[in-house]
C-alpha cells in the first residue's frame, strides 16, 4: 500500500508535536523547586501529550501500523534538534549517523508495495 506525501506530512507533523513534549519536560526539570513555572511545564508536556494521542489515532486509521510506527520513528531526528534549538547543545556524529539510518529505514518501509 502506497502511502500518499500529505499523510506523511500529517504523520511527521504529528511527531513533531510529540517531541515537543520532551522539551516542556526539559524545562520542568529545569526549575530548582515546584513553582508555576514547574507546573505550567508540566501540564504543557501532559497537554501535548494529549494532542498527540489524538494525532496518534487518526494516523493509524489511515494507514498500516507498521508504517505509523516507522514513520514516528522519525522522532530521533526532531529530539536531536529541539537540544540544539532551544539549549544549544551539541550533535555528535554518532547522532548524524543514527538519524540517517532511521530515514533510511522510514523510506524504504514508505515505498513498500505490499
Request: hydrophobic share 60%; charged share 10%; with cysteine.
Amino acid at each position: 500500500m502506497k502511502i500518499s506525501a500529505k499523510t506523511i506530512l500529517f504523520m511527521q507533523i504529528a511527531v513533531i508535536i510529540y517531541t515537543l513534549s520532551t522539551v516542556a519536560a526539559k524545562l520542568a526539570a529545569m526549575q530548582e523547586s515546584v513553582n508555576i513555572k514547574f507546573v505550567f511545564f508540566y501540564g504543557l508536556e501532559i497537554a501535548v501529550l494529549g494532542i498527540y494521542a489524538i494525532l496518534w489515532q487518526q494516523i493509524i486509521k489511515r494507514c498500516e501500523l507498521s508504517v505509523a510506527y516507522a514513520n514516528r520513528a522519525t522522532a530521533v531526528f526532531w529530539s536531536l534538534l529541539w537540544p540544539v534549538l532551544f539549549f544549544g547543545e551539541k550533535i555528535t556524529i554518532n547522532n548524524i549517523i543514527g538519524v540517517i539510518i532511521v530515514f533510511i529505514g522510514t523510506m524504504i518501509v514508505n515505498q513498500s508495495d505490499e
